[in-house]
């Protein structure tokens, strides 16, 4: 079954794991998943990840989920996939939107690669809205 969006199949299998109380999800990589899971795991998103590469294929990435030591409950509350193939959203460098007034990350997809919006914000980048994240 061909994935039309890898992004949000990311997204969904992340989120999944997460409501049914999985420690390690494998997702089949890509670089773009590889720079996502990076800024996921910089911003305390995820415990640890590995990347597994198979020859002749992309390989796999193996991410251990983060879970809140008082309730049980994981880290992530939601992930919002924001521009999608039918319709992409762009915004400059002043226009990154915050999420929660700050407490959530944006992931911006820059000239410069795949970063946080903050990051996007320092460096005076704009570029494509990937997803929310909080």
């Known amino acids: 079954m061909a994935v039309t969006d890898p992004i949000a199949d990311y997204l969904t299998r992340l989120r999944n794991a997460g409501m049914a109380n999985h420690r390690v999800v494998e997702i089949p990589a ?13 911003q305390g998103y995820i415990l640890k990840y590995k990347f597994a590469d198979d020859e002749g294929h992309q390989g796999t990435i193996k991410i251990a989920l983060k879970y809140l030591k008082d309730t049980g409950k994981h880290v992530i509350r939601d992930m919002q996939r924001i521009s ?51």
């Not at 890509?30 to 910089?42: A, F, G, P």
């Not at 997809?109 to 996007?120: F, Q, V």
């Open 84 to 134: 999608k193939p039918g319709l992409r959203k762009y915004a400059g460098a002043n226009e990154i939107p915050r999420v929660i007034n700050g407490l959530g990350t944006v992931v911006v997809s820059t000239s410069k690669g795949l970063m946080s919006g903050k990051d996007a914000e320092r460096q005076r980048l704009g570029g494509e809205l990937i997803c929310y994240v909080y």
């Open 30 to 42: 890509s670089k773009l998943k590889k720079q996502l899971t990076e800024i996921l795991y910089d």
